[in-house]
C-alpha cells in the first residue's frame, strides 16, 4: 500500500461520450510523472455505458485502475468520498471526468505538494462556463468570506491535490453533507492555490444544474458557520426595537390626532416585510435542523454495488468493508 504514490479520483456520472478521450490523455500524463499511481473511477449510478467502459479500462489497465460501482446515484461528493476511503497514497488528487480540467495539469499540483503544501487549490485561467456561471461564483465566494474563515478563490474547480494527513482527517469525518475542498481547507496546516488551465467541455453537459448549485452553496454556508444564525438573531432584534418604536409612535398619534387610516397601506406594507423576514429566518432555521435531522439518523452515506481491483484478496476486503458499513452492499459478478 505504501508503493502507491498518487491516487487520482475521478467520479463519474453519465460520461459515457467523454471516456474515451479522457483514458487516452490521462493515463499518458500520469505515466510521465515518474511516479507510482493508482487511478480510481467512482460511478455514481450512471444510466448510460460508463460503467462498461470503465470495466474496459479495468481490463486494459488491472495495474493502476481501480472502480468503485455505486448502486445509484448519490452526488459527486459522495463519489469523492468513496475514493478517498479507499485510495492508497500519499498524495490524492480529485478530477473531473469531462476534460474541463486538463489531467496535463496534476504534475504541477504535485510539484506545489513537493514543496511542503497539504493542500493545493486551482483557479481557472480563462474559466470556459457561462457569464451566469462566472457571476454566481463570485457572489458565492463573498458570502464564504464573509462568515467563514476559508479561503479559496475558485471553488468551483475540481482540479485538487490533498495530502495524506488531510484526506485522514476527512475520511474520519462522518458527516452526511459537506463540501470537500472547504472541509479539506480548514485541515490543511499549508493550504496553497495555484492556476490551471481550463478547457471547454469535450462532450456532453453539465451534471450540475441551478438547484444542485444553490444546494451546493447551502451545504457550504451551513456546514461551515453558525454566523447566518446569528445575524439573523442581531436583526431580529432590532427590528423588534424599531417596531417597539413605532407602536409608541403610533399610541402617542392616537392620543394626540385621534384615529387615522391614512396610514393603513403603510402599516399592511411594514407587516408583509416583517411576515417575509420571518418565513426568510424560518427557512434558515430549517436548513440548518435538517442537517442536524440527517445526521443522526446515521443512514449509509452511499451505496457499493462493486468494487473491481487487480487483486482478488483486496476485492474481497473491500467487500467486506463495504457490507459492514453500508449494509445490503454486494459485490455482484462482473459487468459484461
Request: hydrophobic share 45%; net charge neutral; glycine share 6%.
Amino acid at each position: 500500500m505504501n508503493s502507491v504514490q498518487v491516487s487520482v479520483v475521478i467520479p463519474v456520472y453519465n460520461e459515457e461520450a467523454v471516456l474515451p478521450a479522457l483514458f487516452d490523455r490521462l493515463y499518458p500524463a500520469l505515466d510521465a510523472l515518474d511516479r507510482s499511481y493508482e487511478v480510481i473511477f467512482v460511478n455514481d449510478g450512471s444510466r448510460d455505458r460508463s460503467a462498461a467502459l470503465l470495466r474496459k479500462q479495468f481490463d486494459k489497465r488491472p495495474d493502476v485502475t481501480r472502480v468503485v460501482l455505486f448502486s445509484g446515484n448519490f452526488g459527486q461528493h459522495m463519489a469523492i468520498l468513496a475514493g478517498f476511503e479507499r485510495a492508497r497514497g500519499e498524495c490524492l488528487v480529485t478530477l473531473d471526468a469531462d476534460l474541463q480540467n486538463p489531467p496535463e495539469e496534476i504534475g504541477r499540483l504535485l510539484a506545489a505538494m513537493d514543496e511542503g503544501h497539504d493542500y493545493v487549490g486551482s483557479i481557472r485561467r480563462q474559466r470556459q462556463d457561462t457569464a451566469f456561471r462566472h457571476w454566481a461564483s463570485k457572489a458565492m465566494n463573498l458570502l464564504r468570506e464573509r462568515i467563514t474563515r476559508i479561503k479559496m478563490t475558485d471553488q468551483g474547480c475540481m482540479l485538487r491535490a490533498y495530502g495524506r494527513n488531510v484526506v485522514n482527517a476527512i475520511n474520519a469525518c462522518r458527516e452526511s453533507n459537506t463540501y470537500i475542498p472547504a472541509l479539506a481547507y480548514t485541515f490543511a496546516d499549508r493550504p496553497t492555490e495555484i492556476v490551471v488551465e481550463h478547457e471547454a467541455r469535450a462532450a456532453g453537459e453539465s451534471k450540475y444544474s441551478l438547484y444542485k448549485l444553490i444546494r451546493l452553496n447551502f451545504d457550504l454556508v451551513t456546514g461551515f458557520s453558525v454566523l447566518p444564525l446569528q445575524l439573523f438573531s442581531l436583526f431580529g432584534i432590532a427590528i423588534s426595537l424599531l417596531a417597539f418604536a413605532f407602536v409608541a409612535v403610533l399610541a402617542v398619534r392616537r392620543v394626540l390626532v385621534g384615529p387615522e387610516v391614512e396610514g393603513v397601506f403603510t402599516l399592511f406594507g411594514i407587516a408583509f416585510f416583517l411576515i417575509g423576514i420571518a418565513l426568510i429566518g424560518i427557512g434558515l432555521l430549517g436548513e440548518y435542523v435538517g442537517r442536524i435531522y440527517e445526521q443522526v439518523r446515521q443512514r449509509p452515506r452511499y451505496m457499493v454495488q462493486a468494487v473491481l481491483e487487480g487483486d482478488q484478496v483486496a476485492r474481497t476486503s473491500h467487500a467486506a468493508t463495504d457490507s459492514a458499513e453500508h449494509p445490503g452492499s454486494h459485490v455482484p459478478p462482473p459487468l459484461q
